[in-house]
């Protein structure tokens, strides 16, 4: 492999997201789904494995996934990005929670 490839493809690569919700209490919380979020959609696997989610963004799974769980006692679910970003702003659509247009 050559080092132009690997720059290829580390650089079109998704980033990893979790989904995690929060129960009543704050500190009451669970994994629910791991992502990928891509340039145009997310993707995103239930951690039973069950549910599959295609989405426009990892914003929108996120609510998705709140909306459907609501009667399970979910008080909010947040995206958690894997690969080190701390962002604390929500995400707009964009891949880093950053810009609209920004990557990485």
Same mark, same amino acid.
Do not use: C
């Given at each position: 492999?050559?080092?132009?490839?690997?720059?290829?493809?580390?650089?079109?690569?998704?980033?990893?997201?979790?989904?995690?919700?929060?129960?009543?209490?704050?500190?009451? !919380?669970?994994?629910?789904?791991?992502?990928? +979020?891509?340039?145009? =959609? &997310?993707? @995103?696997?239930?951690?039973? $494995?069950?549910?599959?989610?295609?989405?426009?963004?990892?914003?929108?799974?996120?609510? !998705?996934?709140?909306?459907?769980?609501?009667? +399970?006692?979910?008080? =909010? &679910?947040? @995206?958690?990005?894997?690969? $080190?970003?701390?962002?604390?702003?929500?995400?707009?659509?964009?891949?880093?929670?950053?810009?609209?247009?920004?990557?990485?």
């Amino acid at each position: 492999m050559n080092e132009s490839m690997h720059e290829l493809a580390a650089g079109e690569a998704p980033r990893l997201f979790a989904i995690v919700e929060e129960h009543g209490d704050p500190k009451d !919380l669970r994994v629910a789904g791991y992502g990928l +979020a891509y340039e145009d =959609r &997310a993707e @995103v696997n239930s951690v039973e $494995g069950d549910f599959h989610l295609a989405s426009q963004s990892p914003e929108h799974a996120r609510t !998705l996934f709140e909306i459907s769980s609501r009667s +399970a006692g979910v008080r =909010r &679910a947040h @995206v958690v990005w894997l690969d $080190g970003t701390r962002s604390t702003q929500p995400d707009r659509g964009g891949l880093d929670g950053r810009s609209e247009g920004a990557k990485r």
